[in-house]
């Protein structure tokens, strides 16, 4: 956490420069394509990762379909998870956040630039009407990051159960789902280490429609779940199963 003041504090001097050309952008979409709003954000994201001395390392990018929208469903750590997928993902996408927790600086203005969605967790039919837009708007090319796991708390490198229902508009929309593995991405932004820290982002292989066509919402979240477990324990990460570890 005070990794991520420091960030916000160190980067408040360019908010003058910032928090304006990102409302510009927002306001005048249609003289800014989407590719030229992305690039932006990233640029505000390498801006975070050098003053919070962030270093991201990336693994699977080759996985990734270079054509059609998808979805991706990674394990949920912190406030750096999104971040540090975008920061992977050299195309466009956006992702989807808590309603509560959007209206945030820097937060606000990035959820409006790429066109996320603010999820209210205690609405069920705003849920409905949300997941719907992201069923046609994947359809349509774009690209998406869903946190199945929900909150983050104190989950760290451990994987708790996903949720079989933020499956649906992948399955409906009939489109890749490609699991994410994040290792480490917790002490960014939510732990106490001091000093500069690393975290990993995993591009893993896509599932494809014929795939899961036939399969029950419960069982293509089991599917993600341990593909991102297993491969955690392929980067040394046993806290799921320790009783894997080789030095247990």
Do not use: W
Request: charged letters at 25%.
């Amino acid at each position: 956490m005070i990794r991520f003041l420091i960030a916000i504090l160190f980067n408040a001097k360019r908010g003058p420069e910032i928090v304006p050309t990102m409302r510009k952008m927002i306001k005048h979409k249609e003289k800014y394509p989407e590719k030229t709003r992305y690039a932006y954000a990233l640029r505000l994201i390498r801006y975070l990762k050098k003053s919070a001395r962030i270093t991201t390392e990336v693994y699977g990018t080759e996985n990734l379909p270079e054509e059609g929208g998808y979805i991706m469903y990674p394990n949920h750590q912190g406030k750096y998870d999104a971040l540090g997928i975008m920061y992977a993902h050299h195309n466009p996408c956006t992702f989807v956040m808590d309603k509560a927790k959007s209206y945030g600086f820097l937060v606000r203005e990035m959820v409006d630039l790429l066109g996320a969605k603010r999820l209210a967790l205690d609405d069920v039919r705003q849920n409905i009407r949300i997941m719907a837009q992201i069923e046609e708007e994947v359809k349509e090319g774009k690209r998406f990051i869903l946190f199945s796991e929900g909150g983050y708390a104190s989950n760290g490198n451990i994987v708790q159960r996903f949720k079989p229902g933020s499956f649906k508009c992948a399955m409906k929309a009939q489109v890749p789902i490609i699991p994410v593995t994040l290792i480490d991405s917790y002490l960014a932004f939510n732990s106490f280490k001091p000093g500069p820290v690393t975290t990993k982002v995993i591009f893993g292989e896509p599932i494809y429609y014929e795939t899961y066509k036939d399969m029950k919402t419960h069982e293509v979240a089991d599917i993600v779940r341990n593909t991102i477990i297993s491969t955690m324990e392929e980067f040394g990460v046993y806290v799921n199963n320790p009783e894997k570890d080789p030095e247990y």
